[in-house]
């Protein structure tokens, strides 16, 4: 349970928003979290929060799935 307690403050951006503060990296060290870690957690939540909002704004869709597995099997033949 500690492990999943550690990771509460890793949310606080999807809580309250896109910043993260001094308040919140300095409560990930009290759980062990080292810079490297909150560096390598930070630098790929950022990239996909900016691509889900050029996805949003560029109105891109997901493909389906079962379009997609039909489509590579197409391709492959």
């Known amino acids: ?6 990771l509460d403050p890793a949310d606080a951006p999807a809580r309250q928003g896109t910043s993260t503060g001094d308040e919140d990296v ?3 060290r009290e759980h ?10 930070v630098g790929p939540v950022a ?3 900016l691509t889900g909002s050029f996805t949003l704004g560029a109105g891109l869709e997901p493909v389906p ?13």
């Open 65 to 77: 799935a079962e379009q997609s597995t039909k489509e590579k099997h197409d391709h492959a033949g």
């Open 32 to 41: 062990g979290w080292s810079d490297q870690i909150v560096a390598d957690t």
């Open 26 to 28: 300095a409560e990930l």
């Open 1 to 6: 349970m500690q492990r999943l307690q550690s």
């Open 47 to 49: 990239l996909n929060l």
